[in-house]
Nanobody, 119 residues
Framework: QVQLVESGGGLVQAGDSLRVSCAGSGRNTVAWFRQAPGKEREFVAA???????HTADSVKGRFTISRDDRKNTVSLQLNSLNADDPGVYYC?????????????????WGQGTQVTVSS
C-alpha cells in the first residue's frame, strides 16, 4: 500500500515561488495534479522512477518536477506563480514505469495541499 502525503502549500504573492512535496513516493511513477475552485482537476507534471518527466504545456518553463529517492519524496517547484495557479495540489502514484497525464491512470492519491496566490 502506498501512502502519499503532500506538504509545502501556502499563501504567496504573484510572482513568488513555492515548493510542494509528496512523501511516500517509493519506486513509483508520481504525478502532480491541481484543482482550482469550480474547475476540474488537471494534470501538472509527472516523473517516472527512472527520472523521465512530462510537464503540462500550461506550466512548462515555470514548474519543475523532481524526485529524491533517498528521501522517498517527489517535489514540484512552482516559480512565477500567477492567478492561474491557485488550487489544491495533489500527488498521485502508479506502479507503471511510464508517465501518464490521465487521472484514472493513477492508483494512489494524497489528500492535497492548498496553494493560494495573492495579487
Amino acid at each position: 500500500q502506498v501512502q502519499l502525503v503532500e506538504s509545502g502549500g501556502g499563501l504567496v504573492q504573484a510572482g513568488d515561488s513555492l515548493r510542494v512535496s509528496c512523501a511516500g513516493s517509493g519506486r513509483n511513477t508520481v504525478a502532480w495534479f491541481r484543482q482550482a475552485p469550480g474547475k476540474e482537476r488537471e494534470f501538472v507534471a509527472a516523473i517516472s522512477w527512472s527520472g523521465y518527466t512530462h510537464t503540462a504545456d500550461s506550466v512548462k518553463g515555470r514548474f519543475t518536477i523532481s524526485r529524491d529517492d533517498r528521501k522517498n519524496t517527489v517535489s514540484l517547484q512552482l516559480n512565477s506563480l500567477n492567478a492561474d495557479d491557485p488550487g489544491v495540489y495533489y500527488c498521485a502514484a502508479r506502479s507503471s514505469m511510464s508517465v501518464a497525464s490521465r487521472e484514472d491512470a493513477y492508483t494512489y492519491w494524497g489528500q492535497g495541499t492548498q496553494v493560494t496566490v495573492s495579487s
